[in-house]
């Protein structure tokens, strides 16, 4: 015969191993699929040692069974941690990598702690008085066991939340039971074994508890498993872990109330309540995440304050604010349209809003985003081409939004198809048009609105107030995009410029090479010049080559610590040495700096070799370094042609633009890319006709 603990515990552990058994044999094997029935099944076992300790007599029979519980409580923090990482998420392996030493952590340390100090887990037997025969008492390693799944419990339940806070529509419907399961099982745990810490003991009494959260938590998330695509769903929440966490809010205000409770009741002598004004506390504290995260107590709190307090169902200023900042940094299409169909669900509680775009030629709708729809199933509700006309025509001439489901045309039964409902009361569905500068770029499907209630007018102008801008923002992007692929194209022809003239060139020398071939091909003296001209040409095209190449190459520094005068009398080396140019060095001391070495030789060897090009005979350039403001100055000045303040202006760091016959202006481009990346700046002085001033200004720290 078993007693009610006992009891409670093995059909808690039978209830949780069918769990475990039916989705690791289910048709999915994905890696949350895994991790969620190995957690299930690690739950059934350590209830099965938890009955087994419930039913026993003897002391030390009780004493083996708890320690296997100890044992399998070891595993679940690694398990869930990990679980609660990858399910539902778009990007569980990325997600994993970012936290593999948490996780590492949470499956080695309670593990090494049982293996290690399995005698000491449980140190004492106590009688106790509270109507159930034995208590223990933990050990140093029991304790820091129970702490490790207390912190691991917190953990679990935040990247619950973030989940959930991170999905939309029907995807937040479909895991919505599997999270609020898990919450409530961890956030007993975590009760329960804030109680072990407190009092330093394995209460029996806490064991029903346990077996109770496990019945539930199982009772909440059978809702979730019946429901088709919960393990497929993919959110991306915010790589933030603690930023506005709910869950860690909830769990720091219920320990500082237990660690009150304690000291009060110790001073009070009132501990036979202590376990019941804990308990209280944790329930109304799950009872006031669970009301805060329903969508419909929201809906109804909104529509109850707008109704009696003479309020606007919307705080408008907190909605556009939210809008703004949802938008204002989206410069690809597909990020636009995720975020504003994430805002459209949230504001207006629809749980499937769906955004279609109009394509380059105006014949055909392509799916964008959507809260409800894969890619996958949207692909076989994409409409016709005649179909997609027809729809494209009449909203052009529609700009406000069609209740789809009381609209008797043709085109509204073609979107009715393309956007079916999920819920049979899930209220009217709504086609919005996406209307810019005249223009349909798109639209916007709503529908299974939350508890099934009608649009009404105050709705409907706030989303066409959205959607207007929407379609604003979605025109910025295309026009931006136009506006850069206007400026890669005249990249594009200006390079082609210089490639043409310089290949043109290099094709009359080998041209004229090849016709006096012929002629002089005994000459000894002919052919050793016609093979320089090959190597020289050969020479050309190839720095023609590397030159461009340095602007599709990614640009990447290694910084050493450095001696600036150092680095330029190295570069030097080989440069001051043409007759007709004096090339001077003033270097004055400079505290070492972090720089590429090789990355800053390279912008002074192109400023010395640019100064040495504006010269002519009886140049003079002079290289210094000095200090100045916090940094280091390397300037450069010649005394040649200069440059107009015009070409200083708008030209002279531009890719493609030089002054020189037999340049294609990269490297001063270059130059700058270089001093920027190491968070300097290039000064520039010219007068034309008397020469040039450069300065490159590095950070010293």
Known sequence: MFDTPAFLAFSSAAIAGAMAIGVAFSGRRLLAHRLFAAGMAVLAVESVFSGSAANALLPDQIVY??????????????????????????????????WRL???????????????????????????????????????????????????????????????????????????????????????????????????????????????????????????????????????????VLHSSFTLLLAGIYLVIVGALAKLIGVLDGGATFHVQAFLVLVALVLLAILLLSDRVRLLTKRLVSRHFQRPFYDYRTVWRTFTESTARRVEQGELCDAVVKLVSNVFQTLSVTLWLVDDKAERLAFIASTSLSQAKAGHLILDAADAAEVISALSRHPDPVDL???????????????????????????????????????????????????????????????????ASLLNIRLSQRLSQAKQLEAFQAMSAFFVHDLKNTASTLSLMLQNLPIHFDDPSFRQDALRGISKTVTHLNELISRLNLIRQELTICLVECDLNELVTESLKGLDQVPGVDVHKELRPVPKLRVDPLQIQKVLTNLVLNAREAMGSGGRIQVGTTQRDGWAVLEVVDNGCGMSSEFLQESLFRPFRTTKKSGIGIGMFHCKLIVEAHRGRIEVESVQAKGTTFRVLLPLA
Not at 438 to 456: E, N, W, Y
């Open 102 to 240: 948490m996780v590492w952590t949470a499956f080695l340390a309670p593990v090494g702690l049982v293996v290690l100090f399995w005698n000491t887990l449980l140190v004492a037997i106590d009688q106790s008085n509270s109507g159930y025969h034995w208590a223990f008492g933990l050990g140093l390693p029991g304790m820091v066991l129970t702490l490790l799944f207390l912190l691991s419990a917190v953990l679990v339940l935040m990247n619950l939340e973030r989940t959930f806070r991170a999905s939309v529509g029907t995807m937040r419907w479909r895991i919505k039971f599997m999270v609020l399961g898990l919450g409530v099982l961890f956030a007993v745990r975590a009760y329960t074994s804030s109680e072990v810490l407190v009092f330093r003991l394995v209460n029996p009494s806490l064991q029903p508890v346990n077996s109770v959260a496990l019945l539930v938590a199982c009772l909440l998330i059978s809702r979730t498993l019946l429901r088709a695509g919960h393990f497929e769903v993919s959110v991306y929440p915010s790589q933030s």
């Open 65 to 98: 069974w708890q320690k296997w519980g100890f044992s399998a409580l070891a595993l679940l923090p690694g398990i869930w941690l990990a679980f609660s990482l990858t399910y539902a998420r778009g990007n569980p392996r990325e997600t994993l990598t970012r």
């Open 405 to 471: 489901d009381a609209s008797k045309e043709v085109w509204a039964a073609a979107l009715r198809r393309s956007n079916p409902d999920q819920f049979p009361h899930g209220g009217n569905r709504l086609c919005v048009p996406l209307i810019a500068g005249g223009d349909l770029l798109g639209l916007m499907a709503l529908g299974d609105r939350v508890g099934g209630v009608p649009f009404s007018l105050q709705d409907i102008d706030l989303l066409k107030a959205v959607s207007d801008q929407a379609a």
